[in-house]
């Protein structure tokens, strides 16, 4: 096996892991809730103030959930680069994501220094409310 492919199969396993980390994340949540969701069936003495909490943490959930979702694509597209060729490699500038980075989050798209303009980018916009 040659050391490319040896990175590969590393690189394959980090997502595997990490896939599987989200996967567990979205089960849970949404075990959780369902377990909420029978539980409410079957309590018909919530009042008002338990609603609004139960509401509260509905909007809390979904957001989480959305999150671990995008990340879930995200994952599902590395796997695709890996596959091409072209995992590891920053989609702005081109050059290769650092394997610490990679180890930390196995499905980025961005070197560090993209990642900090990127985020630099958005401050400003969020400043001066061009978002």
Known sequence: MTKGDMKKEKSRRMLHQKRDEVVKEIEDLIGMR???TIQQKFDSAL????????????????????MKYKEYKSIADAFRK?????????EECGNEIDEKRLKVIPFARLCI????????????EKESGLE
Do not use: H, P, W
């Open 113 to 124: 220094d993209c990642k900090r303009k990127q985020e630099e980018l958005e401050d400003i």
């Open 34 to 36: 369902m377990s909420i």
């Open 47 to 66: 009042d008002d103030g338990d609603l609004s909490v139960l509401n509260l943490s509905e909007g809390v959930d979904y957001k989480f959930l959305e």
């Open 82 to 90: 890996l596959d091409a060729g072209t995992y590891g490699t920053c």
